[in-house]
C-alpha cells in the first residue's frame, strides 16, 4: 500500500514536467524559422555582388568625351548661345571670345591665340588663367591638310599622348579633315571611323560665311554660322565648335574659289614653267 501511495503522488509532479517540456519545445519552434529564412537569404545577396562586379570593366572601357571648356566653366550650352568669333582664328595673337548680345566674356575668359611661324600651323584655346584647353593642330594627311584638336586629358583609358605642346602631354579628341572637291569637313572622333560631324559650307562663297554643323543622327544643326556669329544649340560643346569653327576656315581658305587646291596648284606650276621657258 505504501508502494502504491508513493507512485500515485510522483505521477502529478512527472506529467507536470512532460508537460512543461512540450510547452519549452512549442516556444522553440518560432526561434528555427527565421534561422531558415535567413539561409534562403543567402542566394539573392550573392545575385547582387554578382551583378556588380561588372561595372568597373565598362566604366573602363567607356570614352570620355567631356566638353573641352569644362574647367573653365563652359560646359554643354545649357540654351541657344551665340558667340562672336572672328574669322581667321590662326592668324590672331589674341581673342577674347565674348557672349552675343551681352558681349560678356565666354567663361572665365576664353580665349584664342594662333601661330603661323612655325611648320605646320597651330591655334591654342585657354582658359582666363592661362590654362591650355585645346590644341588645334595641322598635320600632313595624303590628299591635303588634316587637322586634330587635343586636349591635357585623356579621353579613354589607356590612350597614350601623341602631341606636346608647351611641355604638356596632349592627348587626341577628335580629327577634322577636308572632303576632296567639297566645301566641307568630316569629324571623326578618337577611336571612331564613322563621321560624328559633318560641316558645310553653303552659299556661293561670296559675303559673310556661312557654314552648317550637323551630327550624326541629329535631324537640325546643332551650329550655324553667319558672318561672326556662332550659334550653338542647347546641350552640344561650345568650346568645340569654336574649334572646329576655327580650322574650317583655315582649311577652306585653302580649297576656296573654283577647282579649289588643286587648280590653284595647278596654276602656279605654270607660271613656274613659263619663267622656265624665259630662261
Known amino acids: ?125 585657354y582658359d582666363g588663367e592661362g590654362k591650355i584647353l585645346a590644341v588645334c593642330i595641322q598635320t600632313r594627311d595624303f590628299g591635303g591638310k588634316t587637322f586634330k584638336i587635343c586636349v591635357p586629358e585623356a579621353v579613354s583609358a589607356g590612350q597614350q599622348p601623341d602631341e606636346v605642346f608647351n611641355h604638356q602631354p596632349m592627348y587626341t579628341y577628335c580629327i577634322v579633315k577636308h572632303i576632296p572637291f567639297h566645301n566641307g569637313q568630316d569629324v571623326f572622333m578618337a577611336d571612331k571611323d564613322v563621321p560624328e560631324y559633318e560641316i558645310r559650307r553653303i552659299g556661293d562663297g561670296f559675303g559673310p560665311r556661312k557654314l552648317v554643323m550637323q551630327k550624326r543622327g541629329v535631324q537640325s544643326p546643332v551650329a550655324t554660322v553667319e558672318g561672326k556669329m556662332l550659334s550653338v544649340q542647347p546641350n552640344f560643346d561650345i568650346c568645340l565648335m569654336i574649334c572646329l569653327l576655327a580650322i574650317c576656315d583655315e582649311m577652306d581658305n585653302d580649297h576656296r574659289g573654283p577647282g579649289g587646291m588643286v587648280e590653284r596648284d595647278m596654276r602656279r606650276e605654270m607660271r613656274g614653267g613659263r619663267r622656265g621657258r624665259r630662261f
Not at 507512485?7 to 512527472?14: C, E, G, R
Not at 545575385?47 to 562586379?53: P, R
Not at 574647367?71 to 568669333?85: D, H, K
Not at 577674347?96 to 565666354?106: D, E, G, V, Y
Open 1 to 125: 500500500m505504501g508502494l502504491c501511495q508513493s507512485t500515485s503522488s510522483v505521477s502529478p509532479q512527472v506529467n507536470k514536467s512532460i508537460d512543461c517540456s512540450i510547452d519549452q519545445k512549442k516556444n522553440e519552434e518560432p526561434i528555427v524559422v527565421p534561422h531558415v529564412k535567413t539561409a534562403t537569404a543567402i542566394p539573392q545577396q550573392t545575385a547582387v555582388k554578382t551583378s556588380t562586379v561588372h561595372k568597373p570593366n565598362e566604366a573602363k572601357d567607356a570614352i570620355n568625351f567631356k566638353p573641352t571648356g569644362a574647367s573653365a566653366g563652359v560646359g554643354l550650352s545649357p540654351t541657344p548661345t551665340t558667340v562672336i568669333v572672328k574669322e581667321r582664328l590662326f592668324s590672331s595673337d589674341s581673342f577674347h571670345i565674348k557672349q552675343f548680345p551681352s558681349r560678356r566674356p565666354l567663361g572665365n575668359g576664353v580665349h584664342i591665340k594662333g601661330k603661323r611661324f612655325t611648320r605646320l600651323d597651330k591655334m591654342v584655346l
